[in-house]
């Protein structure tokens, strides 16, 4: 197949960009940067880069649009024709430009969410939690919905789970030209400010391109805990109590802000960053201190200006506003104690009492943070009683406007956040704590492991003493397969204190993990609420629980079709159970970014929750990529938040729990067909003789370990011979690099050919929510397969009997997924996400053409010999390129 012509080239391009329906403004930001970064490679990179980098770009392009195997071929023969050296750049030119199409995209979402925000019918948005609040009234009636919203609880965890490809620095960079981007949206065209903001732009992106793009070393549990409060520093702290104001506006209407907000605080942040120890041994109980101290500075510092800056602007004359005797006596109080200061602030201050309070309240908020004992608040509740004194001197004193503006936001700070910032959780394996109980009920010495895992009870008395019983009282249990495993919780705490010590406040999270260990889930909890410590502690919440699932061992145990049919069951029996007990269940969902680890839209999963699971509260986590997309920037942030909000409030509306219901049992037949059928097909697959090496062989897998994404080993320590103990987080990682996805989908097409009736398959996934969320994340996971280059990996492995059944699978949950979802093509029912795929998948496939020759020259190189870091560079430098282009790892 001939090379095209430069005419030929771009016409192809052109038309290839214009069949996107790309929004003329993004197309726009898409051309500018991507000018921008040619110009770059041409001033920056070596002699001939930019025409090497256009020819493989124009020929993935044309293998894309024609699918021919020549066109195909010819693209892999340009990829495999570079040098090392040349490959090694072109790589990163390719990684360079997702970073800047994934930086214009959500340009383009933070563009089109100020739009609607600009509309009058903004709070008509389906998905807002004022619209939920108005549909869930309209069923329970006002006084009802009223309670549900004000007991709504969003609780997302971050976790350091190694699934961030990019740099800090990177990341840093992008950050900048976002900023830069913005700038330029705002500058008048051809004007002096547009010039400079694309002069700035280029600078950093040559200051991208010069950056080294993979870490140098492993980041440590400080590392990633820094890495999280830059979120919150960025994002969280304002963003949050925007929601808060939006909702409360969108319910109050004209008289929002003038009277005391209906909305309560319904988010709380948790994380496992410093605190998750399973399988990490560089997460120590001394890393989990630091851990909490630095993010009690973060949001202490935060609290301390946003308080100093309100009192600045709070210059209300006592003769305008008098002050009440509370605010009297509360002054006289403060003085007291900082009398030095209070004289000062006085002088400037003269005759505005509620101005001298706020600033009064910012030193006691930096002498906190200075743990000054004299001048500090003791915990946050003393901060909100005098913020409270505050607000209701200026009620009546008649400024209300003051008294539920700005004020109103740091309380709603104070209450989301307290002095802790994040509800730091403590999560350690089942088999450790039972390891460390048998060598302490022997007697004798006691090992390093004995004494690390007593030092964590330890500290978190500590931090329970320091920053209050929030920052630190939740311990997930992995791998829980009794209640003995539960209990040995507590009597682990007791060993760490001692007799006569102060036992720390324990809310003790079974994490059932394995499609055993959900089934085996409610008859576990049933057992363990009659153990006197979990009983004291059901007693002392008003017997509240929280229960953790894992998503991504029972898809690694079963498959995709099988664990999520067997996640809703075990929901299901855990929430009829906690009912009939009177037990407010919470249930903790371990998903994960990817869809072979429940990653997928969160607001229609929750939708599709079974009854009374999710009853006003869901708690997630949130890792690696997923953390940055969906908190990174303010305006994406609050929209995620808002949309999860409303579907956690109609997850419990009695038509939502109906529709579920009814379904389940309706389509009972066919769940129980899609479990046997897909697990088989599963096991067909992963039970094979030679299973694991094979997949090590024909993935990037061992060598994903090598990429310093987090501090956590990618294995709990046992050879490529076995996937038991493989981690979820790799195993997902690896198919996805290899454009096979296959823990995303494994199974549904043999489960649905099992079922075999189209017209009543059509008809569940219109009307059952579970198949409907199972069958669109499927879609999705599939848009970004690639039948051709997964071929090519899988044929690395000479075993043509399972790579024939990976493509045989492939094809057939193709075929059905497209049948059921209609049109003639994957996501042909979403084109906004359809349009993000196709747009990105040449050029995916440039980076996939590259990492292939890489790891074909490892798999074939003498086994005996020295690896050839040139090769090892190129395919960890492709990895890093693939995940940034499919926005997907771990």
């Known amino acids: 197949m001939r090379e095209l012509t430069q005419t030929e080239a771009i016409d192809l391009v052109g038309r290839f960009e214009a069949g996107q329906e790309i929004p003329e403004r993004m197309r726009a930001d898409v051309r500018m940067l991507g000018a921008l970064l040619g110009r770059v490679l041409r001033e920056s990179g070596s002699p001939g880069l930019y025409d090497d980098v256009e020819r493989l770009r124009v020929a993935t392009i044309q293998a894309y649009t024609d699918e021919t195997p020549e066109a195909f071929a010819r693209a892999a023969r340009i990829a495999d024709a570079f040098t090392v050296a040349r490959a090694d750049e072109v790589a990163r030119a390719f990684t360079a430009y997702f970073h800047l199409v994934n930086l214009a995209e959500e340009h383009q979402r933070v563009r089109v969410l100020r739009q609607r925000d600009g509309r009058p019918d903004r709070e008509e948005a389906g998905d807002s939690v004022a619209a939920a609040f108005v549909r869930l009234a309209e069923e329970v009636g006002d006084d009802t919905a009223l309670q549900r919203l004000q007991a709504l609880r969003f609780h997302p965890v971050f976790t350091a789970h190694p699934t961030e490809a990019r740099r800090r620095a990177v990341s840093s960079s992008i950050r900048r030209l976002s900023a830069l981007l913005e700038e330029h949206d705002g500058a008048l065209r051809n004007g002096a400010d547009e010039r400079r903001a694309e002069r700035r732009m280029l600078e950093e992106i040559d200051t991208l391109w010069r950056t080294a793009p993979l870490r140098a070393e492993k980041p440590s549990p400080t590392d990633e805990v820094r890495a999280v409060m830059a979120v919150f520093d960025e994002t969280l702290y304002t963003a949050v109590p925007h929601v808060y104001r939006r909702v409360d506006d969108a319910l109050q209407?004209?008289?929002?802000?003038?009277?005391?907000?209906?909305?309560?605080?319904?988010?709380?942040?948790?994380?496992?960053?410093?605190?998750?120890?399973?399988?990490?041994?560089?997460?120590?109980?001394?890393?989990?201190?630091?851990?909490?101290?630095?993010?009690?500075?973060?949001?202490?510092?935060?609290?301390?200006?946003?308080?100093?800056?309100?009192?600045?602007?709070?210059?209300?004359?006592?003769?305008?506003?008098?002050?009440?005797?509370?605010?009297?006596?509360?002054?006289?109080?403060?003085?007291?104690?900082?009398?030095?200061?209070?004289?000062?602030?006085?002088?400037?201050?003269?005759?505005?009492?509620?101005?001298?309070?706020?600033?009064?309240?910012?030193?006691?908020?930096?002498?906190?943070?200075?743990?000054?004992?004299?001048?500090?608040?003791?915990?946050?509740?003393?901060?909100?009683?005098?913020?409270?004194?505050?607000?209701?001197?200026?009620?009546?004193?008649?400024?209300?406007?003051?008294?539920?503006?700005?004020?109103?936001?740091?309380?709603?700070?104070?209450?989301?956040?307290?002095?802790?910032?994040?509800?730091?959780?403590?999560?350690?394996?089942?088999?450790?704590?039972?390891?460390?109980?048998?060598?302490?009920?022997?007697?004798?010495?006691?090992?390093?492991?004995?004494?690390?895992?007593?030092?964590?009870?330890?500290?978190?008395?500590?931090?329970?003493?320091?920053?209050?019983?929030?920052?630190?009282?939740?311990?997930?249990?992995?791998?829980?397969?009794?209640?003995?495993?539960?209990?040995?919780?507590?009597?682990?705490?007791?060993?760490?204190?001692?007799?006569?010590?102060?036992?720390?406040?324990?809310?003790?999270?079974?994490?059932?993990?394995?499609?055993?260990?959900?089934?085996a889930a409610p008859g576990i909890l049933a057992e363990i609420v009659t153990h006197p410590a979990f009983a004291a502690r059901l007693e002392a919440t008003g017997r509240r629980l929280e229960v953790m699932l894992g998503y991504s061992d029972s898809s690694k145990d079963v498959g995709p079709v099988a664990a999520n049919l067997a996640l809703y069951e075990a929901q299901a029996k855990i929430a009829a159970w906690a009912k009939e007990e009177g037990i407010e269940l919470t249930l903790f969902h371990g998903r994960g970014g990817a869809l072979g680890r429940g990653g997928g839209p969160a607001n229609s999963a929750i939708l599709a929750q079974p009854p009374h699971s999710v009853d006003g509260r869901f708690k997630l986590t949130e890792q690696g990529e997923v953390i940055f997309a969906r908190y990174g920037d303010p305006a994406i942030a609050m929209r995620h938040i808002d949309q999860v909000a409303a579907a956690i409030l109609m997850a419990s509306a009695p038509s939502n729990e109906e529709r579920n219901r009814a379904a389940a049992d309706r389509y009972a037949d066919i769940a129980a067909t899609m479990d046997t059928a897909s697990r088989g097909r599963f096991f067909d697959l992963v039970k094979a003789p030679g299973f694991a090496p094979w997949f090590a062989r024909v993935t990037p897998m061992e060598e994903i370990g090598l990429l310093a994404l987090g501090s956590r080993p990618a294995r709990r320590g046992l050879s490529v011979e076995s996937l038991e103990d493989l981690r979820a987080i790799p195993w997902v990682f690896a198919w996805t690099q290899a454009r096979i996805n296959l823990a995303g989908w494994f199974g549904l097409g043999t489960a649905l050919e099992a079922v075999g009736d189209e017209e009543r398959l059509i008809e569940a996934y219109q009307q059952w929510p579970l198949l409907r969320t199972l069958i669109d994340n499927v879609a999705m996971s599939l848009a970004k397969a690639d039948a051709r280059i997964a071929r090519r990996y899988l044929d690395l492995g000479d075993r043509d009997d399972l790579a024939d059944l990976v493509m045989d699978e492939m094809a057939l949950t193709r075929s059905w997924v497209v049948r059921l979802t209609g049109g003639t093509e994957l996501l042909g029912n979403k084109p906004v996400l359809q349009r993000a795929v196709k747009m990105r998948s040449p050029y995916v496939d440039a980076l996939s053409l590259l990492q292939l020759r890489a790891l074909r020259a490892l798999r074939d190189a003498d086994p005996s010999a020295p690896v050839d870091p040139e090769q090892q560079r190129l395919l960890l430098l492709s990895v890093s390129g693939v995940a940034a282009g499919l926005q997907n790892t771990g």
């Open 253 to 519: 209407g004209p008289a929002a802000g003038s009277r005391s907000p209906i909305v309560r605080p319904f988010v709380r942040i948790g994380s496992w960053v410093g605190g998750d120890r399973d399988g990490n041994p560089f997460v120590t109980a001394s890393v989990t201190r630091k851990a909490s101290k630095i993010a009690s500075e973060h949001v202490l510092i935060g609290l301390e200006r946003t308080a100093a800056r309100i009192g600045r602007d709070l210059t209300l004359d006592a003769t305008s506003t008098p002050p009440s005797d509370a605010l009297v006596a509360l002054w006289q109080r403060l003085r007291a104690a900082d009398e030095d200061a209070a004289t000062d602030i006085a002088k400037r201050s003269p005759n505005e009492p509620h101005r001298r309070i706020l600033l009064l309240i910012a030193r006691k908020i930096a002498a906190t943070r200075a743990r000054d004992a004299d001048l500090a608040y003791r915990d946050p509740e003393h901060l909100l009683a005098d913020l409270r004194v505050v607000q209701d001197s200026l009620v009546k004193a008649g400024a209300p406007r003051q008294a539920y503006g700005h004020l109103q936001q740091l309380l709603w700070q104070v209450e989301t956040y307290g002095f802790h910032l994040t509800e730091l959780e403590v999560r350690q394996h089942s088999a450790v704590h039972a390891k460390v109980l048998a060598e302490l009920e022997a007697g004798g010495e006691r090992s390093e492991l004995t004494e690390e895992v007593l030092d964590v009870f330890r500290a978190i008395v500590f931090l329970q003493e320091r920053y209050g019983p929030r920052a630190a009282g939740r311990y997930v249990v992995s791998f829980t397969q009794s209640a003995e495993d539960l209990a040995t919780v507590h009597r682990l705490a007791a060993y760490a204190v001692g007799d006569g010590g102060t036992l720390p406040v324990l809310d003790v999270v079974p994490l059932f993990e394995t499609f055993a260990d959900l089934q």
